[in-house]
């Protein structure tokens, strides 16, 4: 039996009624939609594709400052989203009252496990699951209670002061520091997540490609994340998956580490005093025995495991970075860490209160966000007017980038581009009012680099403690150069910040 023939007029009717339909909604979304009074690329008011490929580059941090000072504080980045670059309004949108949702964006970091898909305290899109899966462990997260990790924090400071010293200042060899914070970031977040290191230290490279493969999912990750439809034809379909699968790799070792450390208690070969994460978590089954089991806890320990050692190493990696092109700056913090004179590792006791060393860190962050995309949300029921009038409707997707805010020039000055410490410091003719006026709105603006409201990253507090220790450590310890001071470093945002190529020269103080 002989298949039916269709009509070559009728192809070209269906194709014709096809681009038709294409360019119906082409002509609606740039001169009929309810964002059509939000400047921005023509290509991106039609298609996320546009967003993506910027993505792709490794560079929308910077795109999006371009286009805020080229369009103003709202610009459209996609057919439905829209970027803000007022500080202003980071209450508003990440607040802790009647959260905006957060959008579709984060639904690519999902795990496909077994055919099912689950979602993370990171990603999930339900306010009401995050609260109540969340509460049991916050007040495990205050300064108080992460200051009992400072011990297994000092240990692996101390483990990478040695190598330095080994590998580096003991023969004059070049550095690639980026690197080895990297090394140094992730063992640690492993230390105080598992009571254990992961080995980049003691084997001095990336073991099982653990760093490689993360980077490789968030480099997946950012440009699906602008259209996350596509994801569920690369990564989740049912036949092929296709691309890395960084989140599925977290989740399979935190099943291992908890099953591990679960047989060595049931075994009594648990020894002296535990103060790490896992084994906080593990408590909680008597506690909350209801709620808490080993899918629980690898659910909370993944925020450490997902996050923890990129977005620390970069801002570790920022402060080297650019105390290395500012000597001035870098001479100023080590006459304050001089006058401190510090024991190695450095106790928080003592370097949590030094000015200057508190300012270079937080330049470093402003001029180099970990996190540098917009983070999405969703405008809520009732839409939202923006304070020049405009309005979006509800279901629009809508978020600021940490890296424009943090080059707001009406928060931190003309200089907005430029490193400089010193704007963290009270002026010679500035009175406290404005001093203190100033400082927290700088602070409230570059902290939002942690998120904002109910979903703020838990870690911030942690990461503070382990990032001053170790700046303050190792320029007490080192006198730290890149081995041209006119050296570009290579950077690529891809969610996180990753930088590369910084070869230093290690000097013994």
């Not at 593990?282 to 806890?297: A, F, S």
Request: with cysteine; aromatic share 10%; charged share 25%.
């Amino acid at each position: 039996m002989s298949g039916v023939s269709i009509p070559a007029s009728l192809w070209i009717q269906g194709l014709a009624a096809v681009g038709l339909l294409i360019i119906t909604k082409l002509i609606w979304d740039v001169y009929f939609s309810a964002l059509r009074l939000i400047p921005g690329p023509a290509l991106a008011k039609i298609t996320d594709v546009w967003r993506a490929v910027h993505t792709y580059g490794g560079r929308i941090d910077l795109k999006h400052v371009q286009l805020h000072r080229k369009y103003g504080t709202a610009v459209r980045v996609g057919p439905n989203c829209v970027s803000i670059s007022d500080p202003g309004l980071i209450r508003t949108i990440y607040s802790t009252r009647n959260p905006w949702k957060k959008s579709d964006m984060y639904r690519p970091n999902d795990v496909l496990l077994e055919g099912h898909r689950l979602s993370n305290l990171f990603n999930t899109q339900d306010e009401d699951w995050h609260n109540q899966n969340i509460r049991p462990i916050r007040g495990l997260w205050t300064m108080t209670k992460v200051l009992e990790y400072e011990p297994l924090i000092d240990e692996t400071i101390t483990k990478f002061v040695d190598k330095l010293s080994l590998r580096f200042v003991d023969c004059g060899k070049v550095c690639p520091m980026d690197e080895w914070i990297g090394f140094f970031a992730w063992d640690v977040t492993a230390n105080f997540s598992f009571g254990r290191h992961y080995g980049f230290l003691d084997q001095e490279k990336d073991v099982d490609n653990l760093i490689t493969d993360s980077t490789a999912g968030l480099k997946y990750f950012a440009p699906v994340s602008q259209m996350p439809w596509i994801d569920n034809i690369l990564d989740k379909n049912p036949i092929k998956r296709i691309g890395p699968k960084p989140t599925l790799t977290g989740v399979l070792y935190a099943f291992k580490v908890v099953a591990e450390y679960q047989m060595q208690l049931a075994e009594n070969k648990i020894e002296g005093t535990v103060d790490h994460t896992l084994d906080k978590y593990v408590q909680l089954k008597k506690t909350n025995p209801e709620m808490v089991n080993d899918n629980q806890i690898v659910n909370w320990l993944m925020l450490s495991i997902l996050a923890g050692g990129d977005t620390s190493s970069a801002t570790m990696r920022a402060v080297l970075y650019f105390l290395a092109k500012s000597p001035s700056a870098m001479a100023q913090l080590i006459t304050e860490l001089q006058g401190a004179a510090l024991p190695t590792p450095a106790p928080w006791k003592q370097v949590r209160d030094l000015p200057y060393l508190d300012a270079v860190i937080r330049e470093a962050l402003r001029m180099n966000p970990g996190i540098a995309m917009v983070f999405e949300r969703v405008v809520p029921q009732g839409g939202f007017t923006l304070p020049d009038g405009r309005y979006l409707p509800a279901g629009t997707k809508v978020g600021i980038n940490p890296f424009v805010t943090s080059r707001d020039s009406g928060v931190f000055g003309n200089d907005a581009d430029e490193f400089d410490p010193d704007r963290w410091l009270q002026g010679s003719d500035e009175s406290l009012e404005h001093y203190e006026e100033r400082s927290r709105r700088m602070k409230d603006t570059v902290d939002f680099v942690f998120g904002g409201g109910g979903r703020v990253c838990m870690g911030r507090y942690l990461a503070v403690l382990e990032i001053k220790k170790l700046i303050a450590t190792l320029y007490s310890t080192f006198d730290i150069q890149l081995v041209d001071q006119g050296h570009e470093w290579k950077y690529h945002n891809a969610w996180f910040v990753y930088q590369y190529d910084m070869p230093m020269i290690i000097r013994r103080r």
